[in-house]
């Protein structure tokens, strides 16, 4: 039986790591990619595959692409695709340490591990600006439309898309705006999450709104805080049955349309920023026959 990846669907976990490789010169990634497939299956881990490594297998995934560089006026959105990644979840840290650690030495010497974030659970869900994260996030049937591909092909069938973005918080600044500033920056109240009708047109609720695209911009976003000595931040990850969507809601926030850039860009910027396809799993493990392994 074939199905989506079971790690994507539930709400966030308690503390998250997120892997990135690519693959290193002179290999041949099919055996690890073998290997992982075999007990890549669970909840507790999400693996996506890049354009560039699936390209490299001689094969191509219809909608699979590279990671857009977007700029606007007063921000930048990088591309720094990678060509494996790996989100292990869970609610205990030793077992995902112990986890990642194990994916890392199964995928040598083919990957090249470039980069290891830890993401945890804030409060109730909150982004450490202390707004509520994911709001409008799709449930029930209306999330599993929007995050996987329905194409009744073996090997295609119940996979998904994933946009990847690290974004890193300035929130000594946004705390030196005042209250009434930070709640138009975001487009809600912090007390209540309540959308304000009078926000002005940069506020990243108005940017975002799914709705109000055609088509509708639909994502299952499952972002969680990051932080560490160096910074602290967002990992922004979002599943889509297409990159349309969120290409649509980047366009918008860096003002591609009307030259009215998000709000969000006053106090928080991306590093990072890849795409990735996660295959179906069948059977317990990665269904992997749509690259041909």
């Excluded at 990135?20 to 073998?34: C, G, I, K, M, Y």
Aim: hydrophobic share 40%.
């Amino acid at each position: 039986m074939t199905s989506y990846q079971p790690g994507i669907l539930p709400g966030i976990p308690g503390h998250s790591r997120y892997l990135e490789f690519s693959v290193a010169p002179d290999t041949d990634p099919r055996p690890a990619l073998q290997g992982l497939a075999s007990w890549a299956g669970g909840e507790d881990m999400v693996v996506g595959l890049g354009q560039g490594l699936v390209r490299g297998l001689g094969k191509a995934v219809g909608g699979l692409r590279p990671f857009p560089a977007m700029a606007g006026t007063g921000c930048a959105i990088p591309s720094t695709q990678a060509d494996l990644w790996v989100w292990i979840r869970g609610d205990d840290r030793g077992h995902i340490a112990g986890l990642a650690r194990s994916t890392v030495q199964a995928v040598r010497p083919a990957f090249r591990r470039d980069r290891q974030v830890d993401g945890f659970r804030f409060d109730r869900g909150l982004d450490l600006s202390g707004y509520e994260d994911g709001t409008e996030n799709p449930e029930g049937a209306a999330a599993t439309d929007a995050a996987f591909l329905r194409t009744g092909e073996a090997g295609l069938d119940g996979s998904s898309f994933v946009a990847v973005q690290q974004w890193v918080h300035d929130l000594e600044h946004f705390e030196t705006l005042g209250p009434g500033d930070r709640n138009n920056v975001i487009g809600r109240r912090i007390g209540d999450n309540q959308e304000l009708d009078d926000a002005p047109a940069s506020a990243h609720v108005k940017r975002t709104a799914q709705e109000s695209f055609d088509p509708e911009a639909f994502l299952l976003r499952r972002s969680m805080p990051w932080g560490h000595a160096g910074g602290e931040g967002l990992m922004f990850v979002a599943f889509g049955h297409s990159f349309d969507a969120f290409e649509a809601q980047l366009a918008r926030m860096t003002g591609q349309e009307d030259s009215i850039t998000d709000g969000l860009f006053r106090f928080t910027r991306p590093i990072t920023g890849s795409y990735f396809w996660c295959p179906p799993v069948a059977d317990g493990k990665l269904d992997l026959g749509a690259v041909g392994l």
